[in-house]
């Protein structure tokens, strides 16, 4: 019981505040109130399937910590490999950040103010 209590004490000073902090600070300001509804329902979801989850893998793997370590790591690879730090950057600019980063260059359209155009030309494919 002091296992779990020492895991959600962490939990919640880590990793869990960053589930609504970076979204609102990364969603360039077309997309932030689309982005940050998405974001409430996975981290919703993700919530309850780690509520279900723990309880029934609390025995078999010997408190399920192998298992949440492994999220933990492959969490934070991505968050190194794939979200850029936002400290002094305004919201303004975010854009602009994305559209330098190796990987979301490719999705993030050229010219700022062109996404919805961007953005149908996509889904109508």
């Known amino acids: ?13 880590s990793w869990d505040p960053l589930g609504s902090t970076i979204p609102s600070k990364m969603f360039p300001i077309e997309l932030r109130s689309a982005g940050q ?3 409430v329902a ?3 979801l ?4 780690v509520t279900e ?3 029934p893998l609390l025995c078999p793997l010997r ?27 305004p919201i303004e600019e975010m854009t602009c950040v994305w559209r330098k980063h190796w990987f ?3 999705i993030v359209p050229a010219q700022h103010g062109h996404f919805h155009e961007h953005w ?5 494919h």
């Open 1 to 13: 019981m002091v296992l779990i209590c020492i895991f959600a004490l962490a939990f919640e000073w």
């Open 37 to 39: 509804s998405v974001t």
């Open 42 to 44: 996975v981290n919703i």
């Open 46 to 49: 993700l919530t309850l399937l």
């Open 53 to 55: 989850s723990f309880l």
């Open 63 to 89: 408190f399920g910590l192998p298992f949440y370590a492994g999220w933990i790591t492959a969490l934070t690879v991505f968050f190194y490999l794939f979200l850029h730090e936002t400290k002094g950057v």
């Open 104 to 106: 979301w260059q490719k």
């Open 120 to 124: 149908k030309s996509h889904t109508q």
